[in-house]
Structures are given as C-alpha cells and as structure tokens.
C-alpha cells in the first residue's frame, strides 16, 4: 500500500517515512530490548535534562549563571502552574508534572533538530504517558478519598432527573480522557512533521521551489511554538486532572 | 467495478471526508481564542490568570480536529 502511494503521489520520499523505527546496528528485527533510533533519541533527551537540571545547576550560585537561570525558570513555571490549578494539597505531585513537562518539551524540541528523530510522534510513547496519568489519578482519587471519589461522576446540583444521564456521560468523558491525552500529542507533532516533509517534496519541482522553501521556514516556526504549547498543554491537564483526584467534589 | 479499485476509491474519498473534521476544528479553534481575546480587552486585568484556560479550551478544540487527521491517515495508509 505504502509502494502505491508513493508511487501515485509523486513525491521523491513518503511524508510519514520519517516515522520510521529501524534498530541502530543494522538488521531488521526490532525486539523489546534492540536499541532503535526511537530508544537513542529518548536517551538524547534524558541526557539535555540531566546536562541542564542536574550539571547546569551545579554552581548553586546566588547569581545564577545563564543555564542555572533557565533551569530556575522552568522549575517556577511549572510550579506555578501546578500550585494555580491544584492548590496548596497538589503541590507534593510536583516531581511527577514537572517530570512529564520536561521530558516532553525536551523530546519535542529535539525532534526538531534537523534529521532526527521525533519520539513523541509516536502514539506508543504518549500513550505510555497518558495511561501513567491515568492510572495515577484514579488510584490516587481512591487512595485520598476513598468511595467518595465517585462522587465526582454524581453532579450534587444537577437536578435529580438529570443526574444518571450526567452520570453516563461523566464516566464516558472520564474514560476517554487518556485517550485523546495521548492522541493530542502524538497527532499534533506528527502533523506538523508531516507538513514539513510534505512541502519538502514539493521543493523537488522546479516552479513553486522557492515558494515551498518559504512555507518550510514558515511552518517550522510553527512548529517551534506547537512543540511547546503541546508540552505545556500536556502538563496542564495533567495538573486539571490531578486536582480531580485531590478535590473530586469541583 | 472491481473490488480492489472500488476500495481505493472508497479509502480516498473517505479520507478526503475525514479531513473536513480538520477545518471544523479550526473553526472551533478561532472561536475560543477569538472569544478570549474579547474577555481580554474588555477586562485587561483578567486576561494573565486565565491563559491556562485559554489553552485548556485550545487543546479540547483542537483534539477533535487531530483525531479526524488521524482517521483520514488510518485510511490512507494503514487499513
């Protein structure tokens, strides 16, 4: 199917060839424990944040140095945000959020580098993400609250009639929530890569090539912005949904 | 028709339906910031404490928009 297309469509390369995962050391066979670019480039991006949280922040200067200074910005960002939704009692998840937020930003940026490899495009990877929050919230909601945390599904100031119909499409919306957690990631930075190689194909014909060379610079700053706001919306609504689970009743 | 030729004909136009999803959400998408912006200047003083909902709304938007992107991609090139 892949062949056919490519071969209809004109294109030089497939846009989605980018996505590919192939093992580093050659052969084809990809097993749980094969080092693939996908692997490389998660440990890339584990490495950038150890270099900036842990290296950069050595000094523990009073006058921070520029590194230390970012590194300060983004722990109050995050901080911020995670105290503005949650409040006081959401405050001891702040390890986890600002885990998820600096993993996402850093694997979304340097999928941007040039002939690298976006591990975040991949629905595997953030569903992982996604269903870890999932699964935290819930426990957590049973841990804190006990039965009370379905409570959250039974609107008190529904009138009586409605309230098994909201019930319905509570739990509905409850359920899905990993789902298009997940999926908004993945879709979105897949998207814009795809865009990107799809306005490359068209830089082969010779017409509309500088035309197309300008629509490339215009939708990588795009995606410069997206790889940010997608990271910052992930980490947001794993805030939203973590207040869910420490007040259920709002 | 052939079958094989009907399928592709089928997984096509599917697609290119699928992809209508796409501009609905950026209708839905222009309305929330749109609507933001409003807020914003008619309550300046507002507008910094309520980004984080600007973009939450963003997001829920924009969601639907990448799931019929998705559907159109399945039917291209996975089923």
Known sequence: MAEAAEASSGLVFHPLDQFKIHPLFGGTEVHWYTPTNQTLWLAIAVICIFLLLVVGTRGRAIIPTRVQSVAEMIYGFVYRMLEDVTGREGVRFFPYVMTLFLFILFVNYLGLVPMSFTATSHI????????GVFIAVTVLGF?????????????????????????????ISYFVRPVSHSVRLAGNIMAGHAVIKVFAGFAAIAAISPLSVLAIVAIYGLEVLVA??????FTILTCVYLKDAVHPHH | MEAVAAIALGKTIGAGLAAIGSGAAAIGVGHVAGNYLAGALRNPSAAASQTATLFIGLAFAEALGIFSFLVALLLMFAL
């Open chain 1, 124 to 131: 595997a990877v953030t569903a992982v993400l996604g269903f």
């Open chain 1, 143 to 171: 841990v804190l609250n006990g039965p009370a945390f379905l409570g959250m599904f039974w609107m008190k100031d529904a009138p009586l009639a409605l309230r098994p119909v909201i019930a319905i499409i509570e739990i």
């Open chain 1, 228 to 233: 940010g706001i997608q990271a910052y919306v």
